[in-house]
């Protein structure tokens, strides 16, 4: 591939590519990180081994691209241009996949989703209910590209819309652009990306930086890594358009040590952008130059605040500082920095191409385009869903997430990661934006969404997480790291039955000092799930102090087992998995469970046929 | 650089110089909806800006992170002198008795006065602690002692009532204050007892007589 030195030239090498036509059938294999996980690696073997076979076999294409975002049923294999989407499969099936599908044209009928609620099958990854209510603007592509092909992008229009902006755009009018689109940063806050922009370029200094915040560390949140693996192209078409709009020569991705796959595309793809001239000195013969360097991070959660970021940029602990003069005038070494979030930055070329206008259609008044959340937990469709601002919290976990498994009920749904709030059933309803959400005591965040069923107990819920934050804490201010400290004390007493009512004061008290007495944004929305599970589930905190239960049953030293005579059949099943010996009785008459001797370890309730053990 | 008086003692200052760990002095700045807490350490101020440092919330704020603190290192006369001063009389927390507040005085001191870089912090969270690299001794280390100078723990501590949770502000009861006589020096005075609350057990030193009032 040779460097393009003009605008002229670029149009017409993007059309050569955007113009093929394939004839053959096209393989495309999803292996994410996720995919991996369930053994992609071992079908993409059996594929290649397929292809390297000399002799007659059916011609096809073949595909490797990052994460579809249904990783429930990983490894996803699609047939293009049919559209045919098999789920689950092994390297046994591929010979069946080629010679039935790509040979004669055949469906393999077990590879096929099953609807679980019609029991109908789904041909086509359309029809599929997970990806019917989406909006696949930012992660759709991730399908149709391999992260490692250039040409991949370019085919689907990529660069087209840098190449939009150099031919004299002025920088002005695109953050105007970006500001009629009405984008807000999609890394938790919410905060105007045009505001961050113009009071950067506006900031006095000659060195400017902007910079990718990729170091995504919430549990069970993996939109960020999805998008570098699978599409990473996207974010540096837009991190270059907006480095032409602030007026910036250099830039970083800032991405968590912990995403080898993510690191190694983006890689990739800059090498590559660099050697097309996208990348680097009078990009595609402009006179504007820019370029990335990636800057990776050892995985600490706090390391995602922005300044805490820049200070590990730089060398040094990461630890953030006060932002009374803000990042984009005083940020990096000093100097003024623009960070944006991954998610952000993929939605920038979008928002050119296809204009404010149109782009603002999309989502509620205050919060405009898609979201890309991560749907985990107690769901029966885990993966990534992208939904259009203002969907209700209701359609994404019962229509698209297929509601909870084993025929259990909601509890609750926990946005915005550690920092975030659980929310109860009867705000199901909420149409998820920014400002809906911050409302409620919860928050954006930068898209996990933990779904919790009757079985979760929220008190042991508010623990984990603040167990979380004060591992995670940089442990500089007093409020963040004592207060953590002291609450996780005050929440641990209370899961083991030693709480006392004026507790709940107490908590309430930290929570509050902290949200504003606490340095950074970790140490101010630290108490969040502490303080909107207190909102919410009051009775359970309440259950737990006065009355030393668990309604969930699982707070260890809440509990008790107790075998009901009426249901036991006697069948010592469970006495003989008893680790501690703690169930006897005659056989076929009921048992019974010594208290003294019992560990709780739930494991005779998991064994019972006839349900006959209960958590009192 | 800017020429300050702290104390009397003139100092040169360099703006930003300040770590705003402590928090202790948050104050609000502002008015209406656009009212917000911020520490003063290190608020740039402006022009017209309006700033409330006794409000309700302020001083409910400020001695919960008092009480906060002091959960930590119960025995340090400072913090306890710091509890007088703001009516702190209990803490609801339990004691954990570190030697080590964790305010960084002796990293700045090391860093930027004595230009020597021996010790930093080590880890994260509540696994934080002061250290140099590795946990060894090293050669860039003087010796010189400049972090134990600063250091607000490395004192004589406070003989009140030791029991978890009790304050005795006893240096506040007595007329003169304590507090008052001595100021910010520290309570070197072992036999005089003066403070220690009538009828309460002293805990720290043995051979302190009580005081009868």
């Given at each position: 591939m040779k460097k393009i030195h003009s605008l002229a030239e670029f149009s017409r090498f993007q059309k050569t590519w955007s113009a093929r036509k394939n004839g053959d059938p096209t393989v495309v294999v999803s292996s994410g990180t996720c995919g991996h996980a369930r053994g992609s690696e071992d079908v993409i073997i059996a594929f290649e081994k397929v292809l390297s076979r000399r002799g007659k076999r059916p011609q096809f294409d073949f595909k490797v691209t990052g994460c579809h975002g249904f990783c429930e049923v990983e490894p996803i294999v699609r047939i293009e241009p049919r559209g045919i989407f098999y789920q689950r499969v092994t390297p046994a099936d591929v010979e069946e996949i080629i010679s039935?599908?790509?040979?004669?044209?055949?469906?393999?009928?077990?590879?096929?989703?099953?609807?679980?609620?019609?029991?109908?099958?789904?041909?086509?990854?359309?029809?599929?209910?997970?990806?019917?209510?989406?909006?696949?603007?930012?992660?759709?592509?991730?399908?149709?590209?391999?992260?490692?092909?250039?040409?991949?992008?370019?085919?689907?229009?990529?660069?087209?819309?840098?190449?939009?902006?150099?031919?004299?755009?002025?920088?002005?009018?695109?953050?105007?652009?970006?500001?009629?689109?009405?984008?807000?940063?999609?890394?938790?806050?919410?905060?105007?990306?045009?505001?961050?922009?113009?009071?950067?370029?506006?900031?006095?200094?000659?060195?400017?930086?902007?910079?990718?915040?990729?170091?995504?560390?919430?549990?069970?949140?993996?939109?960020?890594?999805?998008?570098?693996?699978?599409?990473?192209?996207?974010?540096?078409?837009?991190?270059?358009?907006?480095?032409?709009?602030?007026?910036?020569?250099?830039?970083?991705i800032y991405v968590r040590r912990e995403y080898p796959l993510?690191?190694?595309?983006?890689?990739?793809?800059?090498?590559?952008?660099?050697?097309?001239?996208?990348?680097?000195?009078?990009?595609?013969?402009?006179?504007?130059?820019?370029?990335?360097?990636?800057?990776?991070?050892?995985?600490?959660?706090?390391?995602?605040?922005?300044?805490?970021l820049m200070s590990s940029i730089e060398g040094k602990r990461g630890e953030p500082r006060a932002k009374y003069v803000h990042t984009v005038e005083k940020g990096l070494w000093n100097r003024p920095s623009n960070l944006n979030n991954v998610e952000t930055w993929a939605n920038v070329p979008l928002i050119i191409n296809k204009g404010a206008k149109w782009y603002s259609r999309i989502g509620t008044a205050g919060s405009k385009g898609t979201k890309i959340f991560s749907l985990v937990g107690k769901i029966q469709n885990t993966g990534l869903v992208e939904v259009p601002m203002g969907i209700t919290l209701r359609e994404i976990i019962f229509d698209i997430g297929g509601g909870i498994p084993d025929g259990k009920k909601f509890k609750a749904v926990q946005t915005g990661g550690p920092s975030g709030g659980c929310l109860p059933e009867s705000l199901l309803d909420l149409p998820v934006d920014f400002d809906r959400l911050s409302e409620v005591g919860s928050m954006m965040g930068s898209g996990g969404m933990i779904v919790m069923d009757e079985t979760t107990c929220m008190v042991d819920l508010a623990k984990y997480?603040?167990?979380?934050?004060?591992?995670?804490?940089?442990?500089?201010?007093?409020?963040?790291?004592?207060?953590?400290?002291?609450?996780?004390?005050?929440?641990?007493?209370?899961?083991?039955?030693?709480?006392?009512?004026?507790?709940?004061?107490?908590?309430?008290?930290?929570?509050?000092?902290?949200?504003?007495?606490?340095?950074?944004?970790?140490?101010?929305?630290?108490?969040?799930?502490?303080?909107?599970?207190?909102?919410?589930?009051?009775?359970?905190?309440?259950?737990?102090?006065?009355?030393?239960?668990?309604?969930?049953?699982?707070?260890?030293?809440?509990?008790?087992?107790?075998?009901?005579?009426?249901?036991?059949?006697?069948?010592?099943?469970?006495?003989?998995?008893?680790?501690?010996?703690?169930?006897?009785?005659?056989?076929?008459?009921?048992?019974?469970?010594?208290?003294?001797?019992?560990?709780?370890?739930?494991?005779?309730?998991?064994?019972?046929?006839?349900?006959?053990?209960q958590v009192i | 650089m800017l020429n300050i008086t702290i104390n009397?003692?003139?100092?040169?200052?360099?703006?930003?110089?300040?770590?705003?760990?402590?928090?202790?002095?948050?104050?609000?700045?502002?008015?209406?909806?656009?009212?917000?807490?911020?520490?003063?350490?290190?608020?740039?101020?402006?022009?017209?800006?309006?700033?409330?440092?006794?409000?309700?919330?302020?001083?409910?704020?400020?001695?919960?992170?008092?009480?906060?603190?002091?959960?930590?290192?119960?025995?340090?006369?400072?913090?306890?002198?710091?509890?007088?001063?703001?009516?702190?009389?209990?803490?609801?927390?339990?004691?954990?008795?570190?030697?080590c507040i964790l305010c960084g005085l002796c990293v700045r001191m090391c860093n930027e006065q004595m230009q020597s870089k021996a010790i930093g912090f080590v880890g994260r969270g509540k696994n934080l602690k002061v250290s140099t690299p590795f946990a060894k001794a090293n050669e860039v280390c003087r010796n010189c002692g400049a972090c134990m100078y600063i250091c607000p723990m490395v004192e004589v501590q406070c003989r009140g009532p030791q029991t978890t949770g009790d304050l005795c502000n006893g240096c506040l009861r007595v007329t003169p204050t304590?507090?008052?006589?001595?100021?910010?020096?520290?309570?070197?005075?072992?036999?005089?007892?003066?403070?220690?609350?009538?009828g309460s057990q002293p805990a720290g030193g043995k051979s302190r007589k009580q005081k009868k009032s």
């Amino acid at each position: 591939m040779k460097k393009i030195h003009s605008l002229a030239e670029f149009s017409r090498f993007q059309k050569t590519w955007s113009a093929r036509k394939n004839g053959d059938p096209t393989v495309v294999v999803s292996s994410g990180t996720c995919g991996h996980a369930r053994g992609s690696e071992d079908v993409i073997i059996a594929f290649e081994k397929v292809l390297s076979r000399r002799g007659k076999r059916p011609q096809f294409d073949f595909k490797v691209t990052g994460c579809h975002g249904f990783c429930e049923v990983e490894p996803i294999v699609r047939i293009e241009p049919r559209g045919i989407f098999y789920q689950r499969v092994t390297p046994a099936d591929v010979e069946e996949i080629i010679s039935e599908t790509i040979g004669e044209g055949k469906i393999v009928d077990r590879l096929l989703f099953r609807d679980p609620v019609t029991g109908e099958k789904c041909l086509h990854g359309k029809d599929i209910p997970f990806y019917r209510k989406q909006k696949l603007l930012i992660s759709g592509n991730n399908m149709r590209i391999n992260p490692a092909h250039i040409e991949d992008y370019l085919a689907l229009g990529g660069y087209t819309a840098l190449a939009k902006v150099l031919k004299g755009v002025k920088p002005e009018r695109l953050i105007d652009e970006v500001k009629k689109a009405g984008l807000r940063g999609r890394g938790g806050g919410g905060f105007f990306a045009w505001k961050k922009w113009e009071s950067c370029r506006n900031a006095h200094g000659k060195i400017k930086y902007v910079i990718c915040n990729a170091d995504e560390g919430d549990p069970g949140a993996y939109m960020d890594r999805s998008l570098l693996e699978g599409n990473p192209h996207s974010i540096l078409e837009g991190m270059i358009i907006g480095a032409y709009a602030i007026g910036v020569s250099e830039g970083y991705i800032y991405v968590r040590r912990e995403y080898p796959l993510a690191i190694q595309n983006v890689e990739t793809a800059i090498e590559q952008a660099r050697r097309l001239g996208l990348l680097g000195k009078d990009i595609l013969g402009t006179k504007f130059s820019f370029d990335v360097k990636i800057a990776i991070g050892g995985g600490a959660f706090v390391c995602g605040e922005s300044t805490a970021l820049m200070s590990s940029i730089e060398g040094k602990r990461g630890e953030p500082r006060a932002k009374y003069v803000h990042t984009v005038e005083k940020g990096l070494w000093n100097r003024p920095s623009n960070l944006n979030n991954v998610e952000t930055w993929a939605n920038v070329p979008l928002i050119i191409n296809k204009g404010a206008k149109w782009y603002s259609r999309i989502g509620t008044a205050g919060s405009k385009g898609t979201k890309i959340f991560s749907l985990v937990g107690k769901i029966q469709n885990t993966g990534l869903v992208e939904v259009p601002m203002g969907i209700t919290l209701r359609e994404i976990i019962f229509d698209i997430g297929g509601g909870i498994p084993d025929g259990k009920k909601f509890k609750a749904v926990q946005t915005g990661g550690p920092s975030g709030g659980c929310l109860p059933e009867s705000l199901l309803d909420l149409p998820v934006d920014f400002d809906r959400l911050s409302e409620v005591g919860s928050m954006m965040g930068s898209g996990g969404m933990i779904v919790m069923d009757e079985t979760t107990c929220m008190v042991d819920l508010a623990k984990y997480f603040l167990n979380f934050l004060l591992d995670e804490s940089c442990g500089m201010c007093f409020p963040c790291r004592e207060g953590l400290d002291q609450l996780l004390t005050i929440v641990t007493a209370i899961t083991v039955g030693k709480g006392k009512p004026e507790d709940l004061q107490l908590l309430q008290e930290i929570g509050g000092m902290m949200k504003d007495a606490s340095l950074c944004a970790l140490g101010r929305t630290a108490p969040n799930p502490l303080l909107s599970t207190m909102r919410y589930f009051q009775d359970e905190y309440e259950a737990h102090i006065l009355k030393k239960k668990c309604p969930a049953g699982v707070c260890k030293a809440l509990i008790c087992y107790e075998i009901w005579k009426d249901k036991c059949a006697g069948c010592a099943a469970c006495a003989k998995l008893c680790p501690e010996k703690a169930i006897s009785g005659a056989k076929n008459r009921p048992h019974e469970i010594d208290p003294a001797k019992c560990i709780k370890c739930g494991i005779c309730k998991d064994t019972c046929q006839y349900g006959a053990i209960q958590v009192i | 650089m800017l020429n300050i008086t702290i104390n009397g003692a003139e100092v040169k200052a360099q703006e930003g110089a300040t770590y705003g760990a402590c928090r202790l002095c948050i104050v609000e700045v502002g008015e209406g909806n656009r009212r917000r807490v911020v520490t003063s350490c290190n608020y740039p101020i402006e022009e017209g800006l309006s700033v409330h440092t006794d409000t309700k919330k302020i001083i409910g704020h400020r001695k919960l992170l008092i009480e906060l603190i002091l959960s930590r290192a119960p025995n340090s006369k400072t913090l306890q002198d710091l509890a007088s001063r703001y009516g702190v009389e209990k803490v609801r927390f339990k004691n954990k008795n570190d030697d080590c507040i964790l305010c960084g005085l002796c990293v700045r001191m090391c860093n930027e006065q004595m230009q020597s870089k021996a010790i930093g912090f080590v880890g994260r969270g509540k696994n934080l602690k002061v250290s140099t690299p590795f946990a060894k001794a090293n050669e860039v280390c003087r010796n010189c002692g400049a972090c134990m100078y600063i250091c607000p723990m490395v004192e004589v501590q406070c003989r009140g009532p030791q029991t978890t949770g009790d304050l005795c502000n006893g240096c506040l009861r007595v007329t003169p204050t304590c507090v008052d006589v001595y100021d910010r020096q520290m309570c070197y005075v072992e036999d005089c007892g003066t403070c220690v609350r009538p009828g309460s057990q002293p805990a720290g030193g043995k051979s302190r007589k009580q005081k009868k009032s």
